[in-house]
């Protein structure tokens, strides 16, 4: 089970054998790591990065790598549970970052292009208009379609324009090679400011968590504010150029985006930890319409999902005033680690952000999917099993599909030797 992005190579990086002294500690060496040590890297700042395997081998290399601010239909919720202010500003940082790709982009072979980006409706067009009338009151070029040049049958699209796509491998490939990262370097604990390793000692003035799932959970409740999704991709060959970016409005539908000669035909997700389609309707669906298809690559990624829609993107928690995190990006990885290394970067240079405030990890967590994921919670912590999730005890469930155990209360995955396969848990599972 590998993307096609696993076929290209990436710089090596050493191991951290020795205590160190930095100003600023980037745990995790995903895009979102990655973007924040070049930001900080560029701005003259003391960092060290420490990644517990390589490089991007978790779920950056897993990610479809669309590049867009139109994140499904996530403005016109925004403006319902925020208002107009917290929308335009939601909006006017993703489209930055979109831009700041296209900058960085022009100069790196990394197979960039502008796309459209379409969002279509199988059922309910109503949800795409209202979504398109707060567009329109924020500025955006985006308009309703009434046809698209899919396989399968809909009510429309909401497309916006000059969106992109590109290969995140050779982007990281080119940014990180003058950074200073070690490989291999797995962080324990923390115990204040200092991280404790398998084989030594970080001593940082200020820490950010780019774990992908936050991994200390004495602070900030991120236990209770995400949870895990799964989604899965084929690379087909011998279909058609959709020529753009889909998905479907519902997270039940299917993606649709072209990479060269491939088709990545995504879908069939749900919580982790939980019986999902896996790769089977796809293969079902490509069937159907593509009698010819070859199927080269297949895998599956994982989302962390926030309680409201928006990334946690900030000061960790009220009381850790020296540790940050990025973490809740929803399935739209690429723009949410670029609007991290915006903001924390700013954070670190205690410069102002107007943006902040949107992405405040200690916002109000009295939302309905904290009821949800509290119950998912309770009743795994209850069910008595002989595999338990060590992050905090959860019955893990087995995972047909993928052959591995899933804690479908936070998402972390093993083996089935029990080897960590997904945090938050930051050991394997104990004989």
Not at 142 to 153: D, R
């Amino acid at each position: 089970m590998n993307s096609l992005w696993q076929e290209t190579d990436l710089p090596k990086f050493p191991k951290l054998t020795e205590d160190k002294k930095t100003d600023v500690l980037i745990i995790g060496g995903g895009m979102a790591g990655i973007l924040i040590a070049y930001d900080l890297h560029q701005k003259g700042v003391d960092y060290i990065l420490v990644e517990k395997n390589s490089i991007c081998s978790e779920n950056t290399q897993n990610t479809t790598a669309k590049i867009t601010y139109q994140h499904g239909l996530i403005y016109s919720k925004i403006m319902k549970m925020y208002g107009m202010d917290y929308a335009s500003k939601y909006l006017k940082i993703n489209s930055n970052a979109l831009k700041r790709f296209a900058k960085l982009c022009k100069d790196i072979d990394c197979d960039f292009e502008e796309k459209t980006n379409y969002i279509y409706a199988r059922n309910d067009r109503s949800k795409l208009e209202i979504e398109l009338e707060v567009l329109q009151k924020l500025g955006s070029k985006s308009k309703l379609c009434e046809n698209v040049n899919l396989p399968i049958s809909t009510k429309g699209a909401l497309m916006t324009p000059n969106q992109a796509q590109f290969n995140p491998m050779k982007f990281i490939a080119h940014i990180s090679q003058s950074l200073n990262i070690y490989e291999n370097t797995h962080v324990l604990e923390m115990i204040g400011n200092t991280a404790v390793t398998d084989c030594c000692k970080i001593y940082a003035d200020k820490v950010i968590c780019a774990t992908h799932f936050p991994f200390i959970n004495k602070h900030g409740s991120y236990f209770l504010k995400l949870y895990q999704h799964r989604s899965y991709v084929l690379a087909l060959e011998n279909c058609q150029d959709v020529d753009g970016m889909y998905v479907d409005e519902e997270d039940t539908g299917y993606s649709f985006r072209n990479y060269k000669k491939f088709l990545l035909l995504g879908g069939g997700g749900g919580r982790t930890g939980k019986k999902n389609k896996s790769w089977d309707n796809l293969r079902e669906l490509a069937k159907k319409n593509y009698p010819d298809y070859k199927e080269k690559y297949f895998w599956a990624a994982q989302d962390c999902m926030s309680l409201d829609g928006i990334p946690y993107i900030g000061r960790y928690s009220k009381n850790t005033p020296n540790l940050y995190v990025a973490t809740g990006f929803n399935k739209w990885g690429m723009t949410g680690s670029m609007v991290s290394a915006m903001i924390i970067s700013d954070i670190i240079l205690e410069k102002k952000n107007e943006f902040e405030e949107v992405f405040n990890p200690s916002r109000s967590i009295l939302k309905t999917q904290l009821i949800i994921n509290g119950f998912e919670a309770v009743t795994n912590l209850l069910t008595p099993f002989k595999k338990t999730c060590p992050h905090m005890g959860c019955a893990l469930k087995w995972n047909k599909a993928e052959k591995s155990w899933d804690c479908p209360c936070h998402g972390s995955r093993f083996t089935a030797k029990g080897e960590l396969l997904n945090n938050p848990a930051n050991e394997n599972i104990k004989p």
